[in-house]
């Protein structure tokens, strides 16, 4: 038995990001391509002003998105992918923003998660969002590596996003991690860290350019960046995940149509293949697409 197997199959995230596109359907048209291949959650950046639903007036330039509305429009359209709003900024942590979250969770069943801001270290915002959901409350992901904010991640979040340019740097990321969450008195296992990584499909089944695939991604203004076909992007998420370097991946589209088809009809389609992905989803919410337990009475961290 291989090493893959003993840990499970990785999880896969997408971002469904169409800058510049304020259409509803747009978006719903990519997130039912997520959930077709199978994808543990989609996310969506919030570009609105912070006047909470209802503030995406498109097209055209605006007050902006409105993620948390997005999404709850998709939820008629799909039935078992994660949905998460990456919310930024006064309204995130407002009464508003939580309860605009909440409601996201308990139409959609308990697909919903939830981004928490640890740029600063410890969160401000950590009560459990109220109102019946099968999943307890939605999931909280945050977007950190290092420092205090690494700290605060490994002890509240459920899921971390990292942006790693190496297989070894995604490994030391993902065992601070763990060794911190542990040291506040969480369990481990009850964290999943995704290498976070920009994905230029646009040289179809042509081999990952140098210092873009096999060795590892490239740094970019974006960030970390594949850059290659759906076949090697599908050996690099396998060897990283086989390796121990990472739970999944959270992957972000340069080209958001074109590069998301590619990788659910390519790189997901060979991992599926492989028996190294999901054909199907085995449970409703999203804490059960991470195989994460559902939270009682307590979030992470001891708070109530």
């Known amino acids: 038995m291989t090493s893959s197997s003993r840990r499970g199959l990785p999880h896969l995230a997408a971002a469904v990001d169409l800058p510049g596109e304020y259409e509803f359907g747009a978006h719903v048209e990519l997130i039912r391509l997520a959930e077709r291949g199978g994808l543990d959650f989609v996310t969506l950046d919030d570009t609105s002003t912070g006047a909470g639903p209802g ?14 509305a997005v999404l709850s429009r998709a939820v008629a359209d ?58 307890g409350h939605a999931v909280r992901v945050a977007d950190a590596i290092d420092g205090p904010a690494r700290l605060a991640a490994a002890r509240y979040a459920d899921v971390v996003l990292a942006r790693v340019t190496s297989r070894a740097q995604a490994r030391s990321v993902r065992d601070q991690l763990r060794a911190d969450a542990a040291e506040s008195g969480r369990e481990p296992d009850s964290l999943r860290v995704l290498a976070a990584l920009s994905i230029d499909l646009g040289d179809g089944e042509h081999a990952a350019e140098p ?31 086989r390796d121990g370097a990472v739970d999944g991946f959270h992957l972000i589209p340069v080209e958001p149509r ?40 307590q979030i992470a961290g001891g708070r109530t």
């Open 78 to 135: 799909t039935r078992r992918v994660g949905l998460v709003p990456m919310v930024t900024g006064p309204y995130a942590g407002s009464a508003d923003g939580e309860a605009a979250v909440a409601h996201l969770d308990r139409v959609s069943r308990g697909r919903a998660g939830r981004r928490i801001d640890v740029s600063g270290g410890e969160p401000s915002h950590l009560a459990a969002l109220t109102g019946p959901s099968p999943q």
């Open 211 to 241: 210092g873009h695939g096999g060795g590892g991604p490239r740094r970019s203004a974006r960030g970390p960046l594949y850059r290659g076909g759906p076949v090697d992007l599908a050996d690099l998420i396998a060897s990283w995940h």
């Open 258 to 297: 074109r590069d998301l088809e590619r990788l659910v009809n390519g790189t997901v389609a060979l991992l599926q293949h492989r028996g190294l992905f999901r054909t199907f989803y085995p449970g409703g919410t999203l804490r059960e697409h991470l195989g994460l337990a559902r939270p009682v009475g």
């Open 55 to 68: 503030a995406e007036v498109g097209p055209g330039p605006g007050p902006g998105l409105d993620a948390v």
